[in-house]
């Protein structure tokens, strides 16, 4: 199976819901970041949260990521009908020393469906 | 506006008729990359490039080209296209800050069906 993958492939929840999706991933990261993609459009930066850091807020969203368990996950809070999109995580493998490898593999997505 | 730029944005062709897709950043980062996305199987990075005249492979670099001879510039290029290759394609751009990338500013999208 692919490096990040998330969890659940879809999920479909009412206005004013949290939405929490997860991301396993099997090698040791630099960083992790998680993207959002409006239907066949370009991929949107959301978060980024380093190995060194357990916890991220932005806004309505919370990142967690857990380097001992290799898993992530992102809460969208408060959801709103504009949430509705398809939700990745990506991950570059850490090389020794620290720095990344210019690899970075996305996970197959959690397609979110807000309903007004 | 800093932004990452692709051309053509939808390509219908016949398999095996040479295609360049380009791709242009305005934000002179270093690293840049192609990714294809297809249903079901999320996005799968092609190839990738963490400065001038240095290119790496990504997870499918098969029936793939590219060059990195400018900063800003990194064109895909299909020497003999075929159906299996019918997908979207994503160009990405992201600045390097301590041997690690950070966030990734992604193109519109380009959909490419070959005949």
């Known amino acids: 199976s692919q490096q990040g993958e998330e969890d659940p492939q879809a999920l479909s929840i009412q206005e004013g819901e949290n939405a929490t999706m997860n991301c396993s991933y099997k090698?040791?990261?630099?960083?992790l970041q998680w993207y959002r993609q409006n239907s066949g459009r370009g991929l949107v930066h959301l978060i980024l949260?380093?190995?060194?850091?357990r916890e991220k807020h932005s806004g309505r969203l919370r990142v967690t990521l857990d380097t001992s368990k290799k898993s992530s996950s992102l809460l969208i809070t408060a959801s709103r009908a504009a949430d509705t999109a398809s939700y990745f995580c990506?991950?570059?493998?850490?090389?020794?020393?620290?720095?990344?490898?210019?690899?970075?593999?996305f996970g197959q997505g959690t397609i979110l469906t807000v309903h007004p | 506006e800093a932004q990452v730029t692709q051309n053509p944005r939808y390509l219908i062709t016949v398999t095996g008729k040479k295609l360049t897709v380009t791709c242009s950043q305005n934000m002179n980062h270093e690293y840049m990359s192609w990714y294809r996305q297809d249903p079901g199987l999320g996005l799968r990075q092609i190839y990738y490039s963490m400065n001038v005249e240095v290119t790496d492979k990504g997870d499918v670099p098969e029936g793939y080209k590219v060059s990195r001879k400018e900063k800003r510039n990194f064109p895909l290029i299909l020497e003999s296209p075929s159906p299996n290759q019918t997908s979207l394609y994503f160009c990405a751009s992201a600045r390097l800050a301590g041997g690690s990338y950070n966030e990734q500013f992604f193109g519109p999208g380009t959909r490419l069906t070959v005949l």
């Open positions: 949260i380093r190995s060194n850091e």
């Open positions: 090698t040791s990261i630099n960083n």
């Open positions: 990506a991950t570059g493998s850490r090389r020794a020393g620290g720095t990344s490898y210019g690899k970075l593999t």
